[in-house]
């Protein structure tokens, strides 16, 4: 099983932004999106603000693996849904706090149910 390394963690949760590019069905991989990623514990987490209905949302569903960079890494995962309430409310904080010098026009979209229900969990692979 692959994991984070401490560094790979420090690294991307602590850039602004995020790659992200989801993988297709037959393994290619679509053009990247740039979104914003938090760090949790020893987890790593993305938010679409158009919640389920996004292009790149919809794209981590068909085969639940991409690849990012972020921080100067450059890493295949998979992609997880998070439905437990109590982490989605945790990620919640994280983006207020991590994001905070931004206006709120910026992030509160975040925190929306809609928002809220597209949060991914990324696993290295």
């Known amino acids: 099983m692959v994991i984070w390394t401490s560094e790979e963690l420090d690294r991307i949760g602590t850039s602004e932004e995020l790659l992200i590019a989801s993988r297709r069905r037959d393994g290619t991989l679509r053009n990247p999106v740039t979104i914003w990623v938090v760090r949790l514990g020893d987890d790593l987490f993305i938010r679409s603000v158009n919640g389920r209905t996004s292009g790149w949302f ?4 068909q085969c639940h693996e991409g690849h990012i960079q ?4 450059d890493k295949d995962v998979a992609f ?5 309430n109590e982490i989605i409310a945790q990620v919640d904080d994280v983006y207020r706090t991590k994001y905070q010098k931004y206006a709120p026009q910026y992030v509160d979209p975040l925190m929306v149910p809609e928002a809220r229900s597209a949060t ?4 290295a692979r």
């Open 80 to 84: 997880e849904e998070v439905v437990d």
């Open 58 to 61: 919809r794209g981590t569903q």
């Open 70 to 73: 972020a921080g100067g890494v």
């Open 120 to 123: 991914i969990k990324l696993v």
